[in-house]
């Protein structure tokens, strides 16, 4: 007999529930969905060559930057690590 999985946290129920409506499937079907996917995407980002993965990162925190970035001194570098 399989085990059950009890979801006390409101939060987590409220997501397995609207994911389950959205894809027409139950909360548990949805939390399957839901945790196959997370080590799937898990899998393939440890698969993925480090240099391409900080690639992404800086390209991600390129874009966070917004069209008026700039480069930080080495004066705001240095006090954001407190030397």
Known sequence: MPKQLNIRDPRVARLAK???RRRGQSMTEATIY???AAVRQEHEWERTP???RLA???????AKGG????GMT??????????
Do not use: S, T, Y
């Not at 992404?56 to 390129?62: G, K």
């Not at 069209?67 to 700039?70: D, K, Q, S």
């Open 56 to 62: 992404v990162i800086a390209r991600d925190l390129r």
């Open 18 to 20: 609207r994911l389950g």
């Open 67 to 70: 069209p008026n970035r700039r």
């Open 50 to 52: 480090l240099a391409e």
């Open 34 to 36: 839901a945790l196959e």
């Open 74 to 83: 080495r004066e705001e570098i240095d006090a954001m690590w407190d030397h």
